[in-house]
T-cell receptor, first 115, second 117 residues
Framework: EPEVTQTPSHQVTQMGQEVILRCVPI?????FYWYRQILGQKVEFLVS????????KSEIFDDQFSVERPDGSNFTLKIRSTKLEDSAMYFC?????????????FGPGTRLTVT | AQKVTQAQTEISVVEKEDVTLDCVYE???????LFWYKQPPSGELVFLIR??????QNEISGRYSWNFQKSTSSFNFTITASQVVDSAVYFC??????????????FGGGTRVLVKP
């Protein structure tokens, strides 16, 4: 069964460093998302991406964050200068259809630890 | 603005007991979509069920069933005859139709279910 994959599974970085989290969505899916989950808290929407551009972003997704689909398969989240409060689990998700609200399928997550 | 509330933070049951998880949502849209996701200890988010606001028929799928009541804005989820493998955090989520740009999911705070043998 097709699945969303994410690398790395765990990333440790120092405050102020740049990190890139990588995702490979399900191949025929058209909508891509990043969410984050601070330990023990709810899952929060960061950004959605369609047709090679951001379709919506949350207040969390400030200028430190960017997303890119550099080729036909990868979808990346970059944090330019990490802060301690960026420590969280980051989930990538993808959705098959543009016009319907089908379920989003999530990757296994990347745990980001900022020290 | 959309909002999802899961008032139960943790539920503990003994194996084979039924577990019902409450979910209350707020939305201004007349068309919206509700979901339940499971997050086992391994951390991934697993899609369980989806419900459209225009279909209030309640269903059963294996040991899972759900009770969608538009009048009370509730979308409760029941696990029948719970098993130890059901131990996880369960999230209710909402997507609004008017949010055509992104179809983002708004999640509740989650309910941790602990099933003891």
């Amino acid at each position: 069964e097709p699945e969303v994959t994410q690398t790395p599974s765990h990333q440790v970085t120092q405050m102020g460093q740049e990190v890139i989290l990588r995702c490979v969505p399900i191949s025929n899916h058209l909508y891509f998302y990043w969410y984050r989950q601070i330990l023990g808290q709810k899952v929060e929407f960061l950004v959605s991406f369609y047709n090679n551009e951001i379709s919506e972003k949350s207040e969390i997704f400030d200028d430190q964050f960017s997303v890119e689909r550099p080729d036909g398969s990868n979808f990346t989240l970059k944090i330019r200068s990490t802060k301690l409060e960026d420590s969280a689990m980051y989930f990538c998700a993808s959705k098959e259809d543009v016009l319907t609200h089908y379920e989003q399928y999530f990757g296994p997550g990347t745990r980001l630890t900022v020290t | 603005a959309q909002k999802v509330t899961q008032a139960q933070t943790e539920i503990s049951v003994v194996e084979k007991e039924d577990v019902t998880l409450d979910c209350v949502y707020e939305t201004r849209d007349t068309t919206y979509y509700l979901f339940w996701y499971k997050q086992p200890p391994s951390g991934e988010l697993v899609f369980l069920i989806r419900r459209n606001s225009f279909d209030e028929q309640n269903e059963i799928s294996g040991r899972y069933s759900w009770n969608f009541q538009k009048s009370t804005s509730s979308f409760n989820f029941t696990i029948t005859a719970s098993q130890v493998v059901d131990s996880a955090v369960y999230f209710c989520a909402l997507s609004e139709r008017s949010d055509a740009a992104g179809n983002k999911l708004t999640f509740g705070g989650g309910t941790r279910v602990l099933v003891k043998p």
